[in-house]
């Protein structure tokens, strides 16, 4: 069965700090990975992905995520923090290549202070 | 324009009081899902759908039911709806992983509170 972990549910960054994401999954078989953000009052957009090949994925916004196998890890970061990346971000697995059922983690809420 | 479609966006109800959510979609996806977003507990699939009547539970199905009779349309029926059921929903439409590069394409929501 597949779970994904996100660690710290909220983190805040200053502006132009690196913005760095945890997600930690368990899969029995090669995963595919999902990054996503929800900004308030809206539905998920697809920020990044990671099927197969390289395992430094980049995604839209400036943002980027590694796939590291013997860690299951597959954290997001950004080098430099916006005020327009203040949102919601999921991390999501799925085992299959239908892509028809994710499993997500919890989300993390990301504040940026000025 | 590609999208999906949800409604009603917000709706207040009373328990017990039949309700649907209609879901929409124009880009002949096979697949098609329902999640309840809840804080602290991320998306969780309610049911999906990988085809014109061939439906699956996802994690949490109880007290849900889908149809899947026409392509573009995965309706949420509440037969009975209970206040554990006030949540966020999303309904998800996507073509076969292979075939695609954007893995599911998500509605805007819509918020449902049960009295």
């Known amino acids: 069965a597949q779970s994904v972990t996100q660690l710290g549910s909220h983190v805040s960054v200053s502006e132009g700090a690196l913005v760095l994401l945890r997600c930690n999954y368990s899969?029995?078989?090669?995963?595919?990975l999902f990054w996503y953000v929800q900004y308030p009052n809206q539905g998920l957009q697809l920020l990044l992905k990671y099927t197969t090949g390289a395992t430094l994925v980049k995604g839209i916004n400036g943002f980027e995520a590694e796939f590291k196998k013997s860690e299951t890890s597959f954290h997001l970061t950004k080098p430099s923090a916006h005020m327009s990346d203040a949102a919601e971000y999921f991390c999501a697995v799925s085992e299959s290549d239908s892509w028809g059922k994710l499993q997500f983690g919890a989300g993390t809420q990301v504040v940026v202070t000025p | 324009e590609a999208q999906v479609t949800q409604n009603p966006r917000y709706l207040i109800t009373v328990t017990g009081k039949k309700l649907t959510v209609t879901c929409s979609q124009n880009?002949?996806?096979?697949?098609m899902s329902w999640y309840r977003q809840d804080p602290g507990l991320g998306l969780r699939q309610i049911y999906y759908s990988m085809n014109v009547e061939v439906t699956d539970k996802g994690d949490v199905p109880e007290g849900y039911k889908v149809s899947r009779k026409e392509k573009r349309n995965f309706p949420l029926i509440l037969e009975s709806p209970s206040p554990n059921q006030t949540s966020l929903y999303f309904c998800?439409?996507?073509?076969?992983?292979?075939?695609?590069?954007?893995?599911?394409?998500f509605g805007d929501g819509t918020r449902l509170s049960i009295l």
């Open positions: 998800a439409s996507s073509l076969r992983g292979s075939e695609s590069n954007q893995p599911q394409h």
């Open positions: 880009m002949n996806h096979e697949y």
């Open positions: 899969s029995s078989v090669p995963p595919y």
